[in-house]
């Protein structure tokens, strides 16, 4: 089944939104919020400590692109909580 893009948009931003609450102690911009759920290491969120949280590398097969405008939505609303 092929998704239209504003589907994936819709599910991606759920999935950011309990990642978010999940994760609230650490601060995150949309960049490694999508790099988290494809399961890409960086100096900040490294694989060793990331791997192990539910989200790691669960959700490649949304594009990359699709997750940081669906993480980006719901940082702002996840801050203007503030939470």
């Not at 102690?25 to 990331?50: E, L, N, Q």
């Not at 989200?55 to 996840?78: C, H, N, Q, S, T």
Request: glycine share 4%; charged share 20%.
């Amino acid at each position: 089944m092929v998704m239209m893009p504003q589907a994936r948009l819709t599910i991606s931003s759920l999935r950011c939104q309990v990642f978010l609450q999940s994760n609230s102690f650490a601060k995150f911009t949309p960049r490694a919020v999508a790099r988290i759920m494809h399961g890409i290491s960086s100096p900040a969120f490294p694989a060793a400590t990331w791997a192990k949280n539910h989200f790691w590398g669960r959700y490649m097969e949304v594009d990359f692109p699709v997750v940081i405008e669906a993480a980006k939505a719901e940082l702002v609303k996840f801050v203007g909580k503030g939470e």
